[in-house]
């Protein structure tokens, strides 16, 4: 049933350290899932550096998906979204053919705080890769919840289509994206419907299959069966996966089925010919030198 186990690797990035786990060496991707960090968690004291704001970069080829369970973040971008996003909501911006955009903490800088989430890209299907660029955020109403009646298990359905319902957030392949908090002794079904599936543990520890999982390990699943996961104490679960869209290479921001598209990706940041957002200053992220090779993704 477990196919794998994904240890997430601790990255940091100048301030606050993330968790790496999408792309792996043994499964580069999930569904349409070629990316997944887990922020955090971390607690910022009022005044922190802005060498933790993530500056201008690029994108081609894929869609961004942010989700919190605590704090705030500030997005901006180059088709003139200013957007903080909240826990409980998502911040979705499609890539397309070209965007650029930040990360701002300004209002954790201002008070202080936790911040704590998930940051995941969505490879764009076939024919799809160059749609104009774009960008969504969805609140809660946009996106179905569910409760158990021993109130054990709690969820919501971040993206895509599963478990009866449907989130409000314009995917562009079959997938689905959901958000489980448990407590101890809660179970939750994960359905066998789509042929790509897999779990990350964000909090706590889950038991499936005779195998406890604990926090910054992600489970991927053999096809076919429904998976049954049983909290062994209060957990936060994320749930992901879907059909798979094909092969993709992958360069530091690019993603796209064609590696000459990431070269030409490339050569226009670093000729500045990709539009930077309005609302920031003119820094931003230069492309790293000498860029590592990119490599295909399945």
């Known amino acids: 049933m477990i196919e794998l186990v994904i240890d997430q690797r601790r990255k940091d990035l100048g301030g606050f350290e993330v968790g790496r786990v999408l792309p792996y060496a043994k499964r580069r991707m999930v569904g349409p899932f070629v990316f997944f960090d887990h922020m955090g968690p971390v607690a910022f004291q ?20 942010t989700y919190l369970f605590d704090g705030e ?11 903080a996003i909240h826990p409980g909501e998502v911040n979705w911006m ?23 989430g998930i940051q995941a890209w969505v490879a764009l299907p076939d024919g799809q890769e160059e749609i104009d660029p774009a960008f969504a955020n969805h609140g809660p109403a946009d ?44 179970q939750g079904e ?9 779990a990350y543990v964000a909090e706590g520890e889950v038991e499936v299959a005779g ?16 998976v049954l996961f049983t909290a062994a104490t209060d957990a936060i679960v994320m749930l992901l996966g879907g059909e798979p869209v094909g092969p993709r290479f992958i ?48």
């Not at 499609?94 to 704590?116: D, N, P, V, Y």
């Open 46 to 65: 009022a005044g922190f550096d802005r060498k933790v704001d993530v500056r201008p970069h690029p994108h081609i080829g894929l869609s961004t998906v």
């Open 190 to 198: 994960l359905p066998a419907e789509y042929p790509e599936r897999a």
């Open 251 to 298: 360069e530091w921001n690019f993603v796209s089925s064609s590696k000459e598209r990431i070269e030409q990706a490339k050569a226009d940041w670093r000729a500045g010919r990709m539009k930077l957002p309005d609302a920031d200053d003119q820094e931003f992220i230069p492309l790293p030198e000498p860029p590592p090779p990119a490599s295909p993704m399945s």
């Open 94 to 116: 499609t890539a397309g053919r070209g965007i650029t955009h930040s990360e701002r903490f300004e209002t954790l800088r201002a008070q202080g705080g936790k911040m704590h």
């Open 143 to 186: 996106l179905p919840t569910f409760e158990t009646p021993d109130g054990k298990l709690w969820a919501r359905l971040v993206a895509g289509k599963g478990w009866g319902a449907e989130a409000k957030v314009a995917t562009r392949s079959p997938m689905f994206y959901c958000h489980w908090r448990l407590k101890a002794g809660g």
């Open 211 to 226: 195998q406890t999982l604990r926090a910054g390990q992600m489970a991927v699943f053999a096809p076919g069966e429904p």
């Open 73 to 83: 973040i500030t997005h901006r971008d180059s088709v003139g979204a200013i957007q």
